[in-house]
């Protein structure tokens, strides 16, 4: 049968995963419990509505990226269709920005399978090393470490260890993401600290989530931020000067 | 100056509205303080928070929509690119659905600017008709009313309307909508009762929102209920049978 | 009944428009050939096929725009989904942006409406007045003069009208779009020459074509010129070097 | 420098590629000459012309396809922009619909690197044994064999057979993917008839085209077959049929 469990309608009820959305759902439920129930049919616990709000938080975006860039510039051909430029933002999130979580939470997922949770740390690091033994046989990069701005350290991977920490979700692969950064800044002797990237890797792999989910958290958190450089495009326009900025970089391109 | 007054990012800080990220945001925001500090520059009051959640939640999706089902159908051919399918839901969020929440907005703020806030009954209805008359005159339907499937009522109406009364937003522009639904009904003499998006436009106009942020928080929302059908899609396949359905309606079309 | 009446398809056979696509199609059509088949259910004439093979040359793009920089920079995010960076680059395709030669046409086509075909000078001058007092009154803009770039007149409009005289359709539309720039420019004192939006605008009336097609067209012809930068960016990248530019602008952001 | 060698512009003119848009390009280029100049920097050849406005109408879509009916569902919500209809069906074309054609370009150019020109029908069997070797190892589906509804042979590969043979392109890539469906046939004991995707991966390989190219001339093929959908769409509507009777496969949903 052609049909979905997340909901159906009828003439005068909207049912959502079994609840009615009108009258045990609206003002019941916040956004991160309906994310929680439309996906995984489940309410989520304190600790997990920490961290889900944890993520959605800090995938929200800040500043000029290329995904806010794009979507101002979509923007100001077409500010009539909002959800035409918050759309733009998120289709720049594939393999290489906002993509690799899912990576990281698979990459962590796969390395960990063979630990005890208790494992030593010498244990963790020999898991580290197989991790970059295979992805070096596939010819697939690590994810989870370095970063083009904040060389010595992303400023985001402390403050999300240690919410991990207060939770209950600093684990087995939070520690594997660790030692393999640990381990690659040996044997290339640069700095290639562990990365948003691999921390939130870390915490959907210890919240036990597919990680695809993990992938479609940070493209609600964006949506938000999008909105954000959306509405300030609107008062505050700088795309059109930012893309001049672009052109005048070559010099062949004459404005008036 | 090519700039955003979002945030900025140092090789050791990120900046979010004067705020680091990482110090003061991760951990301490939850995700709707996240959308307001970022859009509006601060953070909700308790009431807000619990309307914008509704509004979050409402909007999230239910069931198969077009705009859930050309999700799956595009995650379908692109599997690997969950943002093109996130991207294809909101693209269908325009000036008939979801789109015209922003237009109801326009439409109750316009209706009410002459209105006293205890305008009398009398004086609302007569607000009404001179909605109605304008919408006439500029050859633009009146938004907000009329469902095709519920057309006796759409359920979100009561639930929206007791969270607005709880919270301090059951104001001018609910009752406004509410008339404005009642002549047209008398007008037509036929069933045009308030909507959801009548609902959530009074709302935001009660909320003091801009219109367009009721619009963007709709996006927001409805990104949720997509990377829930996304992930359906998955593990319990739908999109192809329903294309076949869609496929075999035409007898000339012979499937194996 | 759910049908189509641009094809269907059985387990032998895919027919097009009542053609078969195997055997009376492919290898007999060119592609503006079966632009016209697929949307028009006719083959285009000569004349035609030139102008519209001339409207797809001039849309296709050309070095940086907002539309071919989003999708530059929505690439280096999503290398893998080449499908994401072109339709990043159509979304900037709206009010602003291709978009208006939909509004031009109709506008041309509106303002015509009187005129018989040898209008005299004076007749069309009266009409290019009419047009911008409607527009006025409906507090529209008029579509299809000035240009950012190229404030002495727009290069492409030359090319174009003379293409329009050779081809038979330089015609009513033309001269009206003309005197409209003409009657700004002395309203307003100040250069407000026709431009390319004007020009296809003013080739699609006299087409007689549906003006969402000329809007269409632009689409098609765009898709062209995203691929050529797409394919660019991938041998000599240069998108995350112009978002480092606007980023830079701002010197509270510190880059290593 | 940041800077692209398609295009420039001054205040008066556009260049492309170093031609003059409005004196050498315009009137003088058709559509397919225009994507082979900003593409490839060069005009293309007779026959290469024969083959990509070939590729073009194949691609350009038929019939009720996932890209066209999500399209459609995309154009119901937000008439009022066509680019994110468009951009919808566009989205669709992923690993899955059209992307593939790419990969198969990719195999067939691995697969063919070590055979000569006058390779014997026994080294092309080898090769393709090959090739479906190293597939089973990469544990990767092989690329442009068997279709769920052409179950006895792709109608449109006989057609583009004998146009690549017309126009010498009938070469050891066609000859190779032929070897494949024959090997993986007697293999499976199954029908596994090369498809329109293995057709388009040997022109691709046998013009030594970007198999990238050919992944994106799909695009802008299939972005005419989107425009005629949508344009039928707003005279014909079918989408809001097709979802209501998607919805009623599932017999809790009730519709008035």
Not at 194 to 207: E, F, L, R, T, Y
Request: aromatic share 4%; proline share 5%.
């Amino acid at each position: 049968m052609v049909k979905t469990d997340i909901g159906y309608t009828t003439t005068d009820t909207i049912m959502v995963r079994g609840k009615n959305l009108s009258t045990e759902i609206i003002g019941k439920f916040d956004f991160v419990d309906m994310i929680f129930f439309t996906t995984l049919s489940r309410m989520p616990t304190p600790r997990e509505k920490v961290m889900v709000n944890a993520l959605l938080v800090t995938t929200a975006d800040h500043g000029i990226t290329p995904s806010s860039l794009s979507a101002r510039l979509t923007y100001i051909g077409a500010p009539e269709a909002l959800q035409g430029a918050v759309a733009t933002g998120l289709l720049g999130a594939g393999s290489v920005f906002l993509g690799p979580m899912q990576n990281a939470a698979e990459m962590l997922i796969e390395g960990a399978k063979e630990l005890r949770d208790d494992a030593t740390d010498a244990e963790v690091m020999q898991a580290a090393r197989e991790v970059i033994r295979r992805h070096k046989e596939r010819r697939q990069q690590v994810f989870g470490v370095g970063h083009p701005i904040h060389v010595d350290g992303d400023p985001r991977v402390p403050a999300l260890r240690e919410l991990s920490r207060e939770n209950g979700y600093y684990s087995l692969h939070w520690r594997l993401m660790e030692a393999v950064s640990e381990v690659l800044m040996t044997e290339h002797n640069r700095k290639l600290p562990m990365n948003v990237v691999g921390a939130i890797g870390a915490i959907i792999a210890a919240m036990g989530l597919d990680p695809l989910i993990g992938r479609g958290l940070a493209l609600v958190g964006r949506s938000a931020g999008l909105l954000a450089h959306v509405l300030e495009e609107k008062s505050q326009p700088m795309a059109r000067e930012a893309w001049e900025l672009v052109l005048k970089a070559d010099p062949r391109n004459v404005l008036p």
